[in-house]
């Protein structure tokens, strides 16, 4: 939703627009998952249709995967998401107009939480939780 705010904001002016990415698989894979999820949020395009601007690279993606520093274990093809995406805005649990960026950067702060609603009011997203203390990870109690 912050990508997509931030287009929409430098559209309002005319610019144009060139999104730069790399050749590294991982990176291009989740630059190409902001892309479409911006077709998909700010101009209704279904997720096929989306992903349809991305033929051209599919091939050389590894998927989408998180973008932190630390070793991933698993990704998630970029499709997957997006359908995920576009079920969620179908469903109207994820609304560009009404994203509240104030809460989403509040609540994203390791003092409050570093949590994310996933369905808002019911399922809430950990960053990290640990047993340990470990890079700034917050214990399981934290949340309780």
């Not at 998180?66 to 998401?81: K, L």
Request: charged fraction near 20%; glycine fraction near 4%; include cysteine.
């Amino acid at each position: 939703m912050l990508y997509a705010r931030e287009l929409q904001d430098y559209f309002k002016n005319d610019y144009v627009i060139i999104h730069h990415t790399t050749v590294f698989p991982k990176i291009m894979g989740n630059q190409a998952m902001l892309m479409a999820a911006y077709l998909i949020v700010c101009h209704r395009l279904t997720a096929e249709m989306a992903w349809k601007h991305f033929n051209h690279i599919q091939r050389e993606l590894t998927g989408f995967c998180d973008s932190g520093t630390r070793y991933n274990r698993f990704e998630i093809q970029v499709m997957d998401c997006l359908n995920a995406l576009e079920k969620a805005i179908k469903l109207r649990w994820c609304d560009f107009n009404s994203f509240n960026t104030q809460e989403y950067f509040r609540l994203n702060q390791l003092a409050n939480g570093d949590i994310n609603w996933i369905i808002p009011g019911e399922i809430l997203a950990m960053s990290s939780p640990s047993t340990s203390p470990r890079d700034g990870a917050l214990k399981p109690s934290f949340f309780t």
